[in-house]
């Protein structure tokens, strides 16, 4: 079968490539964080700005979203499909603004320095709250496996669209510019 | 479509799903339950101690203070720290006894415990936990974790295993010759005059990027006075009643030293103390002028992490620090999300010394 895609906007898919790294990056820092006792400090350097970034990219990203809105869903995802794709890609920017907005008010809780590099510091969001910042450390933590679990939801159906369906899905947000309106796999 | 190559393909799909999740699981730890992570570190003191909820996991038993650093500017040349200019900043700090019992009886052998809070400009902050001890007897998060499992007492003598005890001293000699070096050192009768060191090597730079080892340490104004025999029957929290008694009397200051490190002082080993030689600048006067009850303070709420340090104070290479700031972490999610207990030491106790 021939299929026709429109690619993502080429701003749009340096967005998602890049933030796909950074959050990856971020469970992985998170969840070695926890458990590690000789790079906890280095790992938790990381964590902080990184997230901030994340949560600044989040935003750009859903300006972006409106400015240059995604190409039509290939006809080969069923109306079922569609919604649960729309409803997880909701959920994931959701985990992309509320987690690290979470980790910034857990910390600001527990009156630790938000520090992003050298003397450079994030105010504190929220009041010095021992109540507060466990119910925020606790959801920081239940969201994020949400988030990974999300994570994996995405890459799995993206796996099987590419290698089992071989539908071409991936090459709406391949990195590359793929030529032609006809782009797709024959 | 070919059915076999479609199912080949659907398990390449589950192969790669199952390497990631895998990858993430051995990043958590949870494929080597037997590695030393936070969490079983904070459960070692939960198997000696008991969880004692709403309580630090170690230095339990403790007090709020409050006052200020005066800083003189000296310490300068060393570190771009805000908190070394000459000036001052608002201190929150925290007397305790080390152990995970927060109504253990006091004794003036027990290890004493400072933690404190420098509240510097634009959200900074420096925290240091610091003891009473010179130098640590562990070099290792491994070797302190071995330790406190041997510690827990036997319940038909209320001491710990002598023989677990001798088997970790002949697994770690520099224990054994820590230990020894403290042998017969005078303890002071207080809180109050008590000389509180740093624990391990941190590095300073300066404004001109110059980068020093260094490490630190609180000498008490208040006259040194040895501890004597313990009375017979004392009051199970004498050391911390007296140290309110004194703060009300008069305010209680120390002066901060800074121990400046030659190139090749062991940086990563808290269990050798540096040179006596090595030069030491006063940095500044810390005065601590008001005691309250863990109730009401708001260093109870504070986790007084080593790593937490303003630009110009860096951590060293030793592999204590990052374990120190991972642990109390771990201690402090456990206990803020705990119902709090009253301390041993009230607000009622506080007030009836005013």
């Known amino acids: ?186 | 479509m070919s059915n076999p190559s479609s199912t080949l393909r659907l398990a390449i799909v589950g192969v790669v799903l199952v390497m990631v999740a895998g990858g993430f699981a051995y990043l958590g730890g949870w494929l080597t339950p037997r590695a030393l992570t936070p969490a079983r570190f904070i459960g070692g003191f939960e198997y000696v101690n008991g969880v004692q909820a709403g309580f630090r996991r170690n230095h339990a038993k403790g007090l709020g203070v409050s006052g200020f650093f005066e800083s003189n500017g000296n310490g300068a040349r060393f570190s771009k720290a805000v908190v070394f200019q000459p000036g001052r900043v608002p201190v929150l700090g925290r007397f305790s006894l080390a152990g995970g019992m927060p109504r253990v009886v006091d004794s003036a052998d027990a290890v004493r415990g400072l933690g404190l809070h420098f509240s510097l400009p634009d959200g900074e902050a420096w925290r240091t936990a610091m003891i009473s001890l010179p130098v640590f007897p562990f070099r290792t998060p491994e070797a302190f974790y071995e330790q406190l499992v041997a510690s827990k007492p036997d319940p038909s003598t209320g001491k710990p295993d002598p023989a677990a005890m001798k088997a970790f001293i002949d697994r770690h000699p520099e224990t054994a010759q820590v230990l020894s070096a403290l042998k017969g050192r005078p303890v002071a009768s207080g809180f109050e005059n008590t000389t509180f060191y740093g624990l391990n090597a941190f590095r300073f730079g300066n404004s001109s990027g110059a980068s020093t080892p260094v490490r630190w340490l609180l000498t008490p104004m208040q006259p040194f006075e040895a501890a004597g025999a313990a009375p017979a029957a004392q009051d199970p929290n004498y050391l911390f009643e007296s140290l309110i008694a004194r703060i009300r009397r008069e305010p209680l200051r120390w002066q901060l030293v800074i121990v400046i490190g030659q190139p090749g002082d062991p940086t990563r080993d808290a269990t050798i103390a540096w040179p006596a030689d090595r030069e030491r600048i006063v940095a500044g006067t810390l005065t601590l002028d008001r005691a309250e009850a863990e109730e009401t303070s708001a260093a109870t709420d504070i986790n007084f992490d080593p790593l937490v340090l303003p630009a110009g104070i860096a951590p060293s290479d030793d592999p204590l620090l990052s374990a120190r700031s991972a642990v109390y972490a771990r201690s402090f999610t456990r206990r803020e999300g705990e119902r709090k207990q009253p301390s041993a030491i009230t607000a009622a106790d506080v007030r009836k010394r005013e």
């Open chain 1, 1 to 186: 079968m021939l299929l026709r895609y429109a690619q993502f906007p080429a701003l749009s898919r340096l967005l998602h490539w890049t933030m796909a790294a950074m959050i990856l990056t971020m469970l992985g820092v998170g969840a070695a964080m926890v458990a590690s006792l000789g790079d906890y400090h280095v790992l938790l350097s990381i964590h902080k700005p990184l997230g901030i970034a994340v949560l600044i990219l989040a935003v750009v990203r859903l300006v972006n979203r409106r400015i240059n809105p995604p190409p039509p869903f290939p006809p080969t995802m069923s109306h079922l499909e569609r919604r649960v794709a729309i409803a997880s890609e909701r959920a994931m920017y959701g985990l992309m603004i509320v987690l690290p907005v979470i980790g910034w008010g857990m910390l600001s809780a527990a009156h630790y320095p938000i520090v992003l590099y050298g003397s450079v510091h994030l105010p504190f969001i929220l009041p010095h709250s021992a109540v507060l910042y466990a119910v925020l450390r606790k959801t920081h933590t239940i969201l994020a496996y949400g988030f990974f679990a999300m994570f994996m939801a995405h890459f799995g159906a993206v796996l099987f669209h590419t290698l089992v369906m071989r539908d071409g899905l991936l090459k709406r947000m391949a990195p590359w510019t793929i030529a032609g309106p006809s782009a797709g796999e024959p």
